[in-house]
C-alpha cells in the first residue's frame, strides 16, 4: 500500500495522527484480502476546504467529516486505473481535521481514534460499501467497528 498523506491545513499534523490514518488503511485492506498494491491519496483538510469540495462534487454546501472518492467501480471485468509503479488507484480520502477533533470531543474519545474511524470509513467506500440502505449502512458499520478494533481503535 502506498499511502499518500497531503495535509493541506495550517496546523502540523502529528506523527500519531499520521500513524492512525496509516494502521486503520492497512487493516481495512487486511480485513477485506484485498493484497494488491494499490494507492491511496489521503487529503488532510479544513473546514472552508471540504465545504467547497462538498460544495462541488455533491452539491451540499456545508462542511462534513470525510469524503471519499472511489476509483474503482468492482464491476465484472473492469481494468484497475494504474499508476506509473503498477499500483491500484483505489481513490481519494479528504478528512476535515477541524470537524474530526469537534466529533472527537462530542463523542468523547481522542482525536487519534477519530481519525482512525473516518478512515477506516472512508476505506470501506474506497472497497465498494456504502451505506444508503439500512442493510448496507448495518454491514458497513459492523465492518468498520471489527476493523478498528483489530487496528487498536476500539471504542471506550
Known amino acids: 500500500m502506498n ?6 491545513t495550517e496546523e502540523l499534523l502529528s506523527a500519531e495522527l499520521e500513524e492512525a490514518i496509516q ?4 487493516e481495512s485492506l487486511k480485513y477485506e484480502e484485498f493484497d494488491e498494491n494499490c494507492e491511496i491519496s489521503v487529503s488532510i ?8 469540495i462538498n460544495k462541488q462534487f455533491r452539491n451540499i454546501d456545508r462542511a462534513t467529516d470525510v469524503l471519499s472518492f472511489p476509483m474503482l467501480t468492482f464491476e465484472e471485468g473492469e481494468e484497475a486505473e494504474v499508476n ?11 478528512i476535515s481535521l477541524e470537524r474530526a477533533r469537534e466529533q472527537a ?23 465498494g460499501y456504502d451505506h444508503m440502505e439500512p442493510e448496507e449502512e448495518a454491514e458497513m458499520f459492523r465492518r468498520q467497528k471489527e476493523i478498528l478494533i483489530q487496528a487498536g481503535f476500539p471504542r471506550k
Open 84 to 94: 506509473e509503479n503498477d499500483e491500484i488507484i483505489l481513490g481519494d480520502i479528504i
Open 105 to 127: 470531543e462530542e463523542y468523547g474519545h481522542s482525536l487519534k481514534r477519530e481519525i482512525a474511524f473516518l478512515t477506516a470509513h472512508s476505506m470501506l467506500h474506497l472497497l
Open 45 to 52: 483538510v479544513d473546514n472552508e476546504e471540504i465545504r467547497q
Open 3 to 8: 499511502l499518500l498523506i497531503d495535509n493541506r
Open 23 to 26: 494502521k486503520a488503511a492497512a
